[in-house]
């Protein structure tokens, strides 16, 4: 739970965040260093929540109403977030942290000027898997499709290596770095990977799907719940409802003596079921066969990454579905959640028509505000939330540095808003 000192520090800039403060507004000087620190910290650790917090609340006094100032502040994030750490160009085999000797990955594909960004996720298990596997099958499809390819290899080698040991974690760090080391087009970013691989593609991929372009999973599933006769009676939480707008394939062969069709079969049957209850889902690709295996498709890996190439990610649907499963990711698109639920269902409606975002849910969202933008909204109009059915919250949004740098995550201009509102004000 967040101390109680947490909300004294913020508590002002949750009202409207976006009311300026009382406070004399901080100098450039003073806001450069704040846009410092704030880069630095971890929004992955609870502990700089606070901190995190204060910076924001001080730089909501800052305005950005101004198209200069816009450009101003944007470029100077830029000019910060550009100082981070960057990978190795050269094909190949490399370590993150190369002192230790530790976070083997290789790269391929096209290194010179790549467009998109495929994650090869290695298979394997318990004691078992090697990320060059992916690197060598991936490499030549991914140069073909105009893509960067990194392969990581799993920080430890457990049944659950993708999701284990940090290597999630790892795995956006990786992305975040190729980014700053190559101009890639944020909305063509891609998982994919075969065995583990395929359940890693299916649990990494939903965990952030508003960074995804589009999944292709092959031999592999999210991790099936089996009831008290054998049957499967559920799948991973935290999966299937965020993928409503994700692109994906995922290919399954029923003689497959290592990966059972049962557990995607369990999973489509859920992908069915969540698309009647929520809609969308239109872009959920199921390819079964009968006689390959625990093999590729006929044709390779390549056959599916050709299939989810022409996607593109859509930085702001009209509805979307969020199930988190992380208590450290605290957006997901346009919603920012610092203490969310898990496996709580959060279902967002835009209505441009009315200048209304509705949300149902049975979770409490006292504490979720939402980013706000003239993708969204008429900006020059009240914004009107309504959670099941009630309305919580009719107000003006301004457009601040503390919004911009909340929800600054490098040149991901999809997940940049200049404005945020109190999804319900504080009393």
């Known amino acids: 739970m967040r101390v109680v000192l947490t909300a004294l520090l913020i508590g002002a800039s949750l009202a409207t965040p976006l009311l300026a403060q009382e406070a004399k507004p901080p100098s450039k000087k003073e806001i450069k260093a704040l846009l410092e620190e704030y880069l ?16 924001v609340a001080t730089l909501d006094q800052v305005s950005l109403d101004k198209p200069k100032a816009i450009k101003t502040w944007r470029k100077e994030l830029d000019k910060l977030w550009s100082k981070g ?8 085999r490399h370590f993150y942290w190369e002192k230790e000797e530790r976070g083997l990955y290789y790269i391929g594909g096209n290194t010179s000027k790549p467009k998109g960004l495929l994650i090869g996720l290695h298979g394997g298990g318990v004691g078992s898997g090697d990320a060059s596997g992916p690197h060598q099958s991936m490499s030549a499809p991914a140069k073909k499709l105009d893509w960067v390819g990194i392969f990581p290899e799993v920080l430890e080698k457990t049944e659950r290596g993708w999701t284990d040991s ?18 890639i087009d944020p909305d063509q970013v891609y998982f994919s990977g075969h065995s583990m691989g395929g359940y890693g593609t299916w649990l990494l991929g939903s965990h952030h799907a508003d960074i995804a372009a589009g999944l292709a999973a092959s031999a592999g599933a999210p991790t099936p719940v089996y009831g008290p006769d054998g049957t499967i009676v559920e799948i991973d939480d935290g999966v299937v409802p965020n993928l409503r707008n994700t692109r994906m394939v995922v290919f399954q062969s ?32 199921y390819r079964e066969v009968h006689d390959r295996g625990h093999g590729y498709p006929e044709g390779g890996i390549g056959v599916l990454l050709e299939a989810i190439a022409p996607a593109r990610r859509n930085s702001i649907p009209e509805k979307l579905v969020w199930q988190p499963i992380l208590p ?50 008429d900006m020059e109009q009240e914004i009107v939330f309504v959670v099941n059915g009630k309305e919580t919250n009719r107000a003006m949004a301004t457009p601040t540095l503390g919004s911009l740098l909340k929800s600054y995550h490098g040149r991901d201009m999809g997940r940049q808003f200049l404005a945020r509102l109190p999804l319900k004000p504080k009393s």
């Open 40 to 55: 630095e910290l971890d929004r992955r650790d609870e502990g700089t929540y606070a901190r995190r917090e204060a910076i």
């Open 85 to 92: 750490s960057k990978l190795e160009k050269k094909s190949g």
């Open 166 to 183: 940090g290597t999630e974690e790892w795995v956006l760090d990786l992305i975040t770095d190729a980014m700053r080391t190559w101009d």
């Open 254 to 285: 029923t003689d497959d003596p290592r990966v059972p069709p049962d557990a995607n079969q369990a999973a489509v049957a859920h992908v069915e079921k969540m698309k009647k209850r929520y809609g969308g889902y239109e872009n959920f690709e």
């Open 328 to 377: 450290w990711k605290s957006q997901h698109y346009y919603l920012y959640w610092p203490q969310p639920e898990m496996r709580a269902i959060v279902e967002a409606r835009l209505e441009r028509d009315s200048n209304t975002l509705r949300i149902l849910s049975r979770a409490n969202l006292d504490d979720m505000e939402i980013f706000v933008d003239e993708r969204m909204f």
